[in-house]
């Protein structure tokens, strides 16, 4: 299959999801990931209607950025150092992965040269695994009170990652989770935070997440095919 009828079958797949539990289609964005996937993958899937591009590094991102001359939205959602903030610094509207204050400094610094607010999401590892990059489920609330300080952020919501299940229904806990984290956070009216966005859920368990709250759907392989 093309990217384009596999795009268009994620797209009615995540639609009939969200009408499945009462939401409304429109309140769930595919975020397409396209790490380790050519240039022109992604060019190729934007003439087919896909505007949001999901990396996990730096290096590559750069390089995609250089080919890719298109009105394309990048968002950011692998472990991101410190000291290569300054490389996407403009370039991405939203980073979903920040998990420690200093990450947070450094963002706000080099968008703050820029005059402009980077809109990032707080990784949360929900699911305690030690594999798992994110600040803990009861370390959250802080760190969200810390980064809401800074002049050049703005925080839009939460993200995270479970574990892998077989089951997807499995995995339906721990976004539930995530969701009751986002509403404990958003009750204490914290100037500047917003609760509006949950990233959570991927190729196999997007239904599950979507049930749960999920605003942001992050999916690769069913719109591109297995990676080699």
């Known amino acids: 299959m093309s990217i384009c009828s596999q795009l268009d079958e994620v797209k ?39 505007t949001i591009f999901g990396e996990n ?17 990048w968002h950011f959602i692998g472990h991101l150092q410190s000291n290569k903030v300054k490389q996407i610094a403009g ?13 947070a400094e450094e963002i706000s610094r080099q968008w703050g040269r820029l005059g402009r607010v980077c809109d990032i999401l707080i990784q949360v590892n929900i699911s305690g695994e030690v594999s798992k990059s994110g600040t803990s ?12 300080q800074l002049p050049n952020i703005k925080i839009r919501g939460l993200m995270t ?44 368990d997007y239904a599950a997440a979507i049930a749960e709250g999920a605003t942001c759907v992050r999916i690769g392989s069913a719109i591109f095919g297995s990676r080699n």
Do not use: W
């Not at 009408?19 to 934007?46: H, M, W, Y």
């Not at 590094?57 to 939205?73: F, G, S």
């Not at 939203?94 to 990450?103: E, F, Q």
């Open 161 to 204: 990652m479970p574990p892998f299940f077989d089951d997807p229904e499995a995995a339906r806990p721990y976004f539930a989770g995530l969701r009751k984290l986002a509403s404990t956070i958003e009750a204490e009216g914290i100037a500047g935070v917003e609760m509006r966005e949950l990233s959570m859920g991927m190729s196999g």
């Open 91 to 103: 370039m991405v509207s939203m980073i979903h992965s920040v998990d420690r204050l200093s990450l």
């Open 137 to 148: 489920e009861a370390a959250a609330l802080e760190l969200v009170r810390s980064i809401s």
């Open 12 to 50: 009615r797949q995540l639609a009939a999801a969200a009408q499945s539990c009462g939401r409304n289609p429109a309140e769930v964005r595919l975020v397409a990931v396209s790490k380790t996937r050519p240039a022109q993958d992604i060019i190729e899937a934007f003439h087919c209607g896909q």
């Open 57 to 73: 590094y730096v290096q590559e991102l750069c390089a995609k950025a250089r080919e890719v001359d298109l009105p394309v939205q």
